[in-house]
Nanobody, 128 residues
Framework: QVQLVDSGGGLVQAGGSLRLSCAAS????????MGWFRQAPGKEREFVAG????????????FYADSVKGRFAISSDNAKNAVYLQMNSLTPEDTAVYYC?????????????????WGQGTQVTVST
């Protein structure tokens, strides 16, 4: 069984930055794709960013939602079984609970229903 623990959320002013972390344990070597999703109050959970890990110690192919392109960056330290989300130029619209997710199935990287493993979520609040 895989466990994901995400962290790094907090309160930040608009224009600021935060870095989220997700640590995988259990059988993390089987996790081919890792991603970040978010859910704001009253809204559905949405895809933020994903990485299709390669066989190296870091990196992979990255994918982003249009709303965060150029502001957010996902990265992976495969040796540590960790994935990160660097968030820059944050706006109040980025306020949400952010969830790390992981899977080993192929398919659209933004499809939440394909991810069997989820972190507990970390709150990100961006003030004006």
């Amino acid at each position: 069984q895989v466990q994901l623990v995400d962290s790094g959320g907090g309160l930040v002013q608009a224009g600021g930055s935060l870095r989220l972390s997700c640590a995988a344990s259990g059988r993390p070597g089987s996790l081919y794709i890792m991603g970040w999703f978010r859910q704001a109050p009253g809204k559905e959970r949405e895809f933020v960013a994903g990485i299709r890990r390669n066989g190296g110690s870091t990196g992979g192919s990255t994918f982003y939602a249009d709303s965060v392109k150029g502001r957010f960056a996902i990265s992976s330290d495969n040796a540590k079984n960790a994935v990160y989300l660097q968030m820059n130029s944050l706006t109040p619209e980025d306020t949400a609970v952010y969830y790390c997710a992981a899977r080993n199935a192929i398919g659209p990287i933004s499809a939440a229903h394909l991810y069997p493993y989820w972190g507990q979520g970390t709150q990100v609040t961006v003030s004006t």
